[in-house]
């Protein structure tokens, strides 16, 4: 798969274009904890601009958890499992699903590791309804959309920037379904489209070094592009790799992650089990040969080894390059901004 830049902006819904209102009642939707039963998390807790809007954690803590980030700590989560993910950064998650030369299609775009939801939209749900991320023991799960608009509507400035982002009338009510086209609108502006990577595919010759440039070559070389390719640097299909644990997680096929902006997403893989970037390459290193010994050998492995690890190439000699050529696919200047106040008057970002 070739390598490309990401284009200047994302595609929206038919059913959900972007407004300026929209986009901002988005965000204060995002860092409000009013969207938990127990309101003490924001979708922030677990996904801060900080942290690439992502928490720098293995995997998170949702109810009864206290601080954001790495600093985070379970205060009260008695009863309530552990939750097995790493949690994704959200920049350029406008771009889920865009593969070179297809046409992409927001509302199929694929959500999750194993890539089980599509689209922002219906996204919005999981972690309202989830008991261990936002829900708590305040309600049944099948009521936590509902439930969560009515919190949000008692709210005369969330009525009003409703209103204008939806229209007046019935159609700019607070339900579940403007909650959540809010929520998207507002995720899908978060993009990070000027990496050096991308300026210099458009041309800008010194936004690479030489280094950078070879490790490029090399990630192409060490066969990395078979499945992290195109402009997100995913084919967005689900392969089995074998990144070991004890989880039944980690026996699931899990879709490629985007490589762009690892910078501030560390510690990595769908369990957040390898703490830097050199790490996932030691792994890849190791992988080939496994892989080699499954494929060629013609051992069975349950679920079986992608056919794509046949391809491969990868040296500890290559490493430096590598790493420096990944480093290229952050772009630092993104949104960060945090609202100063949200309207339920909770504490921004959640507890
Ligand atoms: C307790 C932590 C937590 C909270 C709170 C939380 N998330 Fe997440 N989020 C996660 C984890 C973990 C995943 C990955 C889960 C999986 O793959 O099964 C995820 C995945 C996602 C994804 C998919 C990204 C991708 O590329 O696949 C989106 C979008 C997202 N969350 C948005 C939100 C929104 C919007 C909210 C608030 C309504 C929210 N999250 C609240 C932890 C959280
Ligand atoms: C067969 C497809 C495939 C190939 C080839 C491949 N990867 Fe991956 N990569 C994946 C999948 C799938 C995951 C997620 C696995 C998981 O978490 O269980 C992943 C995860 C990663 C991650 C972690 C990203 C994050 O956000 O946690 C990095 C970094 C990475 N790959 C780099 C590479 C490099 C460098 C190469 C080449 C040496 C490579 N990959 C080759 C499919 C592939």
New binding site residues.
Partial sequence: MELAALPIRAADPEDNPSTPEKIELGRLLFFDPILSGTRTVACATCHHPRHGWADGRSTPIGVGGRGIGPERLPVDTRGIDPLPR?S?GLLNVAFNGLVSGSAYEPKKAPMF?DARESGLEAQVFHPIRSRAEMRGDTGPEAEAPADTARRVESFPEYRRRFAEAFGEGDDGRVTAKTLAAAIAAFERSLIGKDAPFDRFLRGENAAMTTQQVRGMKR?EK???V???GGPMFSDFK??F?A?TGTDED?RL???????RN?RR?AP????GR?RS?EE??AF?EQLMDAAAEVLDGGAETDPPF?P??K??R?EAGDFDD?LAF?ETLNDEVYDQRVPSAVPSGLKVGGE
């Fill in positions: 790493n994704p590791w990630f060490a066969g990395c078979h499945c992290h689900l392969h790799i990144v980690d096929p899990m879709r490629t992650p985007t490589l690892l997403t990595y893989l769908h369990h390898m970037l996932v390459l890849y992608d794509a690890l391809h491969l990868l590598v990944l």
